[in-house]
């Protein structure tokens, strides 16, 4: 089966730019994850959808950054104003069950450069 | 709050030697506990999960609910493992789902 597909694979703006990235996850897969990942550390959980509504964004900056799921399939994450430190690898992931831990399956992610 | 902790940034081993990655949680409930590994250029997967009890690779792992830990042992490193190694907590609910947290992350090198 296809993997996570995300886009772009690296981006590199300004402070105060807007950014968007894209995810497609693996067909059939009912959660998507969108995780940042700063250099050093692990994978932290921004949002999470199950099918196209969210289920956890305690973690998301809502002041700059949102995501949507339309259709409950693709996703697209975005930051508006860009922020120095919000310099990361931006991961998706999905999996097929929702309520329940299953394997996540994670896209090569996007590398952000804020300048 | 749910933490997990992955003491060694760095983990260097010969071809051959033993290995094992620790990996320390915090949760008062019933863990739900995971090992990542990211190769070189490669996508981070799932290793193993605690719940399946086997072997991947020749990598396992005890889940030890008295010291809290689930350290990933493997008896002979071979080169092929050097990566990146995240374990991962999945005990934690939020907004009805169980949610992941990461630990820092072990770099195992295994040299020749």
């Known amino acids: 089966e296809a993997g996570v597909a995300q886009s772009p694979r690296y981006k590199i703006i300004e402070k105060r730019q807007s950014v968007a990235f894209w995810c497609n996850p693996i067909?059939?897969?009912?959660?998507l994850y969108w995780y940042q990942q700063i250099l050093g550390q692990g994978p932290k959980l921004l949002i999470q959808?199950?099918?196209?509504?969210?289920?956890?964004d305690s973690q998301l900056p809502k002041d700059r950054f949102s995501a949507e799921r339309l259709k409950g399939v693709d996703s697209t994450l975005k930051i508006q104003p860009a922020k120095l430190e919000d310099s990361a690898v931006y991961l998706c992931a999905s999996s097929s069950q929702g309520g329940t831990i299953d394997t996540q399956y994670f896209g090569p992610g996007t590398r952000l450069t804020v300048l | 709050a749910q933490r997990v902790t992955q003491p060694e940034k760095l983990l260097s081993v010969f071809k051959g030697a033993p290995v094992e990655l620790k990996c320390n949680y915090s949760?008062?409930?019933?863990?739900?506990l995971f090992w990542y590994v990211q190769y070189s250029r490669q996508r981070l997967q799932l290793l193993l999960r605690?719940?399946s009890r086997e072997s991947i690779k020749g990598f396992t792992a005890d889940l030890n609910k008295g010291e809290t830990s689930f350290h990933l042992k493997k008896p002979f490193a071979q080169e092929e493992d050097s990566a990146m190694y995240y374990c991962?907590?999945?005990?934690?609910?939020?907004?009805?789902?169980?949610?992941?947290?990461f630990g820092a992350g072990t770099r195992l090198a295994v040299h020749p």
């Open positions: 949760y008062s409930g019933s863990p739900e």
């Open positions: 067909s059939g897969h009912a959660t």
């Open positions: 991962a907590h999945g005990g934690e609910f939020s907004g009805g789902y169980n949610k992941l947290i």
């Open positions: 605690h719940i």
């Open positions: 959808f199950q099918n196209n509504g969210v289920v956890d």
